[in-house]
């Protein structure tokens, strides 16, 4: 084992600090722990006490996701990944907060819907193989759809012990949160973890055009969906999976409703 310092020990040679969660990860886990209590037991104002419990949890779903990207990037050779904080799952460390975070908590608020965020840079360069690159693009959307089923599990357990309907339809729509989010990283948009799964199997001729449109993914996937024909097949898909795993819809719409608590 080789030292940095005295009492820090590397790993790979990198410092074992850059795989400890950071304290902004923890505050967001400490917040989406207590905010679920106060929804619970009806601290104050219910409906902000969903509303943190809702993006505190959201929040940490992103912190995850990429989480996941930037683990099995280090696994697979990216080992300089850890050098860029992304092992520590501190938002603050993507490489654009403004999209990785802001952009989809406000997108959450007024649509209801999971939106994937631009967040961890991999040297791609220093991956061998092309199937290491499709998992490490597969990651992220994988922890979602493992979110999804271990939060659908918890609600159809969690609903036949009674308790309060506020905190089941915040549960509820983090879960259909989580849905959205893991159909859209899947989706195969130049950009999007669907498209970059699929971008190191394509020729090169296809990969140069795939490589010029995958800065405006973001653009191209609102432009899908604004649609209204596959707007309304994306959404008609999510609704019929939703309804496929158990999912209330009724639930999850109260639970959007809910966090908008600055409406009547």
Not at 30 to 39: H, I, K, N, Q, R
Not at 104 to 113: A, E, K, Q, R, S
Not at 199 to 213: C, K, S
């Amino acid at each position: 084992m080789s030292w940095d310092r005295p009492g820090d020990p590397l790993v790979l040679g990198v410092p074992r600090a850059a795989f400890r969660p950071s304290p902004v990860f923890l505050a967001l886990v400490a917040l989406f722990v207590a905010s679920g209590v106060m929804t619970w037991l009806g601290f104050g104002n219910v409906r902000f006490d969903v509303f943190l419990f809702v993006v505190s949890g959201w929040l940490v779903s992103l912190c995850l996701h990429e989480y996941a990207h930037a683990v099995v990037a280090y696994r697979a050779g990216d080992t300089d990944i850890a050098h860029r904080g992304y092992l520590t799952l501190n938002p603050f460390k993507y490489t654009n907060p403004l999209l990785s975070i802001v952009l989809p908590v406000v997108v959450v608020l007024l649509g209801g819907i999971g939106l994937p965020g631009g967040a961890v840079w991999v040297d791609r360069h220093a991956i061998p193989g092309r199937l290491r690159h499709t998992l490490v693009s597969l990651a992220g959307p994988a922890t979602n759809v493992l979110f999804t089923l271990l939060l659908v599990v918890v609600l159809q357990v969690g609903l036949r012990s009674g308790g309060p309907l506020e905190f089941w339809a915040g549960l509820a729509l983090l879960a259909f949160l989580q849905l959205t989010a893991s159909v859209l990283n899947l989706l195969p948009v130049p950009g999007l973890d669907g498209g970059n799964m699929i971008q190191p199997w394509l020729g090169p001729q296809y990969r140069r055009m795939y490589d010029l449109f995958a800065p405006f993914g973001f653009i191209l996937l609102f432009a899908l969906l604004w649609n209204p024909r596959i707007g309304g097949a994306f959404f008609g898909a999510i609704f019929t999976v939703s309804d496929l795993i158990g999912l209330p819809p009724r639930l999850y719409a109260e639970g959007l409703s809910l966090i908008r608590f600055w409406e009547n």
